[in-house]
């Protein structure tokens, strides 16, 4: 085995020496040069004569001919704090524009083991660090730290290819671990000391090998890999690793020229638990997606919808911001790990085969991708911002399935599509193609073969002017105008009216104000008060004590039949004949299934959309009353669906999944809230036994 290990290795250097880079002379450009000029000036006039280096990615960078601005100096003699307050002065004396200086100190506990000082020069931010060597006890993870020499500087460093210095005295390269530049040249990522020691001392450099080996393409050296497998080491991540500073290096491997790359490296180095910490009940991240339309295991599935996106946003016009780069490409990595939740696991027959089903599992992509980046201490934005991007771009999907049916959305579905999001909504399709186009084994990253519609979807918006900025229209009628015109108070009733005049606005985007007059007078021509409050969601009736059991119970039964689809823990009560045989349809996954519908897509729907005899369903109190919650942001409605003929339409207008359904019950997590805390499981048995 060791022979072969060996053969292995030189094969592996002898692959690299084939394909050399070829390095860049160092020439600092003007502005560069400027600062440079400055802090030489401010060094011979110190009484200790430093020599000042720039250390690491700025030379780095150079070597490769890339640009870098974020330029870091080591001082040899003094303090970086000293000599970055000593430039302050001077350049305050010369009639420069200064800025204080800060400092970071060092945090040996959390493997922050430098202390820096920092301060703006010419509008660029500059870093100052006295070079330094470490020493540990063998008892100790804390190490002692002493002024050190260039050469003990660059021994402490992450990688060999950081590790470079540019001298300014004597503007020359200086590389002090004498692999430097070799690696550079050879494209290797390799430690300057033996790899166990430099990932002791601080085990993030273990993420930014990976960020770098991606970045720049490079290989990454088998005895660094093998550090990788210690145990001790992945202890000491875990330990002495801030969160923080985990998301940070994620954000840098997203934010470099193959992400997907950079996650398939965490992977295969063993420490994608350690960065990405899931809820604990999930199924294997390598899970068979059993279905037709996914030729990939789910997370190599979620590995190219990343590599998708990031091809996609390389495409002209495609390009966004950072920041909103980073939100798409973690929504691509998360927007369908609810599948990983076992409650939404179901079967249904396909022709011969038996194939997977995973109803409601973007609710659970949700509470995955929320747990995982507040565990990684994400901003509330980022996280704000993969969580409303997971469900509209299943939405999109499905309008984008209608149109290749014929069936258009309305515009009233693609304007609410932008008023939901804003300016992102590009977002949305731009994820909905992502994963559309990562379904195959093989062919490319980002099949434009199968995302020819999503581009037709992309164009009915962005051509239609009025719905691409639907979320800046503003409201034709405020709510005092609405009331004057009906003559009343605000109350439950001018709710009704105003949402209704929003849902037409939606309808009709070129409206004017007197349009909007007219709509009101011929809508509600002849209603009263009352006749409108009936309608409304927030309307309140008093109910006994045994009309709340009743309605407990009922919330009870249809929990047990679909706890299965609703992912709760309620235990079936006793069920009449008709129940029983619509639970064994379920569990057996026949015709029968739950959806998850959008309150305010229920509430737009037009009068005659649904059949009379389900009229009440829609209408009725308990319901209405959870759609109110659900607009006031408060709460989810869940509707309980089966078998309606008229699918198909419905699912064009609203961008629900392609599958018959028919609404029979609704109830909100109010409800659901309700019957744990009151805990009427045994009366609703009495209940049962009684009736």
Do not use: C
Request: aromatic letters at 8%; a neutral charge.
């Amino acid at each position: 085995m060791k022979s072969n290990e060996n053969e292995l290795i030189a094969h592996f250097y002898k692959l690299l020496k084939s394909a050399e880079n070829k390095l860049s002379a160092i020439v600092p450009d003007a502005l560069e040069q400027k600062i440079f000029d400055i802090l030489s000036q401010v060094a011979s006039e110190l009484p200790q004569k430093p020599t000042l280096r720039v250390a690491g990615g700025w030379v780095r960078d150079k070597l490769l001919g890339k640009n870098n601005k974020d330029i870091d100096f080591t001082v040899d003699n003094m303090t970086g704090l000293a000599f970055a307050e000593a430039t302050v002065k001077w350049m305050k004396q010369h009639g420069y524009e200064t800025s204080s200086v800060g400092e970071i100190k060092e945090n040996p506990d959390q493997s922050k083991n430098l202390a820096t000082a920092t301060t703006f020069i010419m509008g660029l931010p500059i870093d100052f660090a006295q070079l330094r060597k470490e020493t540990y006890d063998s008892d100790s993870r804390i190490p002692n730290i002493n002024v050190g020499t260039p050469e003990e500087d660059a021994r402490r460093r992450d990688l060999t290819i950081n590790s470079l210095y540019y001298n300014l005295k004597t503007n020359k390269l200086e590389d002090f671990t004498g692999n430097g530049v070799a690696d550079l040249k050879s494209g290797i990522i390799r430690t300057p000391l033996e790899p166990k020691l430099t990932f002791m001392e601080d085990p993030l450099r273990m993420l930014r090998a990976i960020r770098f080996s991606s970045r720049f393409g490079f290989t990454i050296d088998p005895a660094v890999r093998e550090a990788f497998k210690s145990p001790e080491i992945k202890e000491a991540f875990k330990n002495k690793v801030t969160r923080e500073r985990v998301a940070e290096e994620l954000r840098g491997m997203l934010k470099g020229p193959n992400p997907a790359g950079a996650l398939e490296l965490i992977t295969e180095l063993g420490l994608r638990d350690d960065v990405f910490t899931r809820p604990e009940g999930l199924r294997e991240w390598e899970m068979d997606q059993n279905n037709p339309h996914h030729e990939l295991n789910l997370y190599e599935h979620l590995i190219k919808v990343v590599r998708s996106m990031s091809g996609l946003l390389k495409k002209p016009g495609h390009d966004v911001e950072q920041k909103d780069r980073i939100i798409l490409l973690l929504a691509a990595f998360f927007h369908d790990m609810g599948k990983f939740e076992p409650s939404v696991h179901g079967v249904k027959q396909l022709e011969d085969k038996v194939v997977s089903t995973y109803y409601g599992h973007e609710a659970h992509s949700k509470r995955i991708a929320q747990h995982i980046m507040k565990e990684l201490k994400m901003s509330n934005d980022e996280i704000d911002g993969v969580l409303r991007l997971i469900e509209p771009a299943g939405n999109v999907e499905n309008m984008v399935r209608a149109m290749e049916n014929g069936q258009s959305p309305t515009r009233k579905a693609l304007g609410r599509l932008v008023q939901l999001l804003g300016d992102s909504w590009k977002h949305a399709v731009y994820l909905a193609m992502a994963d559309e186009a990562s379904k195959k084994k093989d062919g490319p990253d980002l099949d434009e073969n199968e995302i020819g519609s999503h581009y037709k979807f992309l164009d009915l918006i962005q051509n239609d002017k009025a719905v691409a900025n639907a979320h800046k229209t503003k409201p034709l009628l405020n709510g005092n105008e609405i009331a004057e015109l009906m003559n009343m108070k605000p109350g439950p009733a001018l709710g009704v009216a105003t949402r209704a005049l929003n849902e037409w606005h939606l309808a009709n985007l070129e409206a004017t104000k007197q349009d909007a007059i007219d709509f009101i007078k011929k809508e509600f021509a002849g209603k009263t008060e009352e006749d409108l409050s009936a309608l409304s969601p927030y309307k309140k009736k008093k109910s006994s004590r045994e009309d709340r059991l009743k309605r407990l119970a009922e919330i009870i039964g249809h929990l047990a039949i679909f706890d299965h689809y609703l992912f709760l823990p309620v235990q079936p009560p006793i069920l009449s004949t008709k129940e029983q045989a619509l639970l064994s349809g379920l569990k057996t996954r026949g015709e029968y299934h739950i959806t998850i519908i959008n309150a305010e897509e229920i509430a737009s729907l037009p009068p005659d959309t649904f059949e009379k005899d389900t009229r009440y369903e829609i209408t009725g109190e308990p319901i209405q009353r959870g759609l109110g919650k659900a607009e006031q942001g408060k709460d989810v409605v869940y509707f309980i669906v089966v078998d309606w003929p008229e699918a198909q339409k419905f699912r064009a207008q609203f961008g629900l999944p392609p599958r018959d359904f028919h609404i029979t019950m609704g109830f909100s997590n109010k409800d659901i809230h309700n019957v744990r805390k009151n805990n009427v499981l045994s009366e609703v048995y009495k209940t049962d036994e009684k009736n």
